[in-house]
């Protein structure tokens, strides 16, 4: 059983940055596939960014450039570097993990919410 718990949310203005953590418990953090989704008000989740075990990454392109998606192992935590927020990236931030068994994503977080003004 893993349990995710996203912080690290809050309210920038544009232009501005902040980073999101994502802490796990469990002891096999290092062996799922983990992402990051947000959804805005009235719109359907979407993935922002993924990491793989070994640490290739992938983004949306709303976000490339922008943010970056990165794990510590050790310490059982991914983070969300964004930087050069805009106000649509306004939403609900969630992280996720996915057994590299799975087809579906296993464990999710609560979710942070981050609001970016203009």
């Known amino acids: 059983q893993v349990q995710l718990v996203e912080s690290g949310g809050g309210f920038v203005q544009a232009g501005g940055s902040l980073r999101l953590s994502c802490a796990a418990s469990g002891r096999t953090f290092s062996s799922y596939f983990m992402y990051w989704f947000r959804q805005a008000p009235g719109k359907q989740r979407e993935l922002v960014a993924a990491?793989?075990?070994?640490?290739?990454?992938n983004y949306a392109d709303s976000v490339k450039g922008r943010f970056t998606i990165s794990r510590d192992n050790a310490k059982k935590i991914q983070y969300l570097q964004m930087n050069s927020l805009k106000p649509e990236d306004t939403a609900v931030y969630y992280c996720a993990a996915r057994g590299s068994g799975s087809v579906t994503y296993d464990y999710w977080g609560q979710g942070t919410q981050v609001t970016v003004s203009s």
């Open positions: 990491i793989t075990t070994g640490g290739s990454t």
